[in-house]
Nanobody
Framework: QVQLVESGGDLVQPGGSLRLSCAAS????????LGWYRQAPGKDRELVAT??????VYADSVKGRFAISRDYATNTVDLQMNSLKPTDTAIYFC?????????WGQGTWVTVSS
């Protein structure tokens, strides 16, 4: 059974930092693109960052502030988030994609507020 389990979401003040982690299990994730998406209240889900063996992609809104990393040995993907803004408030989802195979985690909330 494929599982993606996120952790690390929290309430943080503007300008603060947070690190999200996603543990993947149940299949050979080394061939998958892993990434993070987010969905703010009342908005559509949007890409934050993805990573695989050929490329790392960031949304323009997080470039220079967020960094995605991946450990192929442990099947984990992390998202280091710095200089957080209230507009980063959302539920963050871990995603795994390989051609038509797409998996989602349950999500972890990040709230940026003073």
């Amino acid at each position: 059974q494929v599982q993606l389990v996120e952790s690390g979401g929290d309430l943080v003040q503007p300008g603060g930092s947070l690190r999200l982690s996603c543990a993947a299990s149940g299949t050979a994730f080394s061939i998958y693109t892993l990434g993070w998406y987010r969905q703010a209240p009342g908005k559509d889900r949007e890409l934050v960052a993805t990573i695989d063996k050929t490329a790392t992609v960031y949304a323009d809104s997080v470039k220079g502030r967020f960094a995605i990393s991946r450990d192929y040995a442990t099947n984990t993907v992390d998202l280091q988030m710095n200089s957080l803004k209230p507009t980063d408030t959302a539920i963050y989802f871990c995603n795994a994609k390989y051609h038509s195979l797409i998996y989602w985690g349950q999500g972890t909330w990040v709230t940026v507020s003073s």
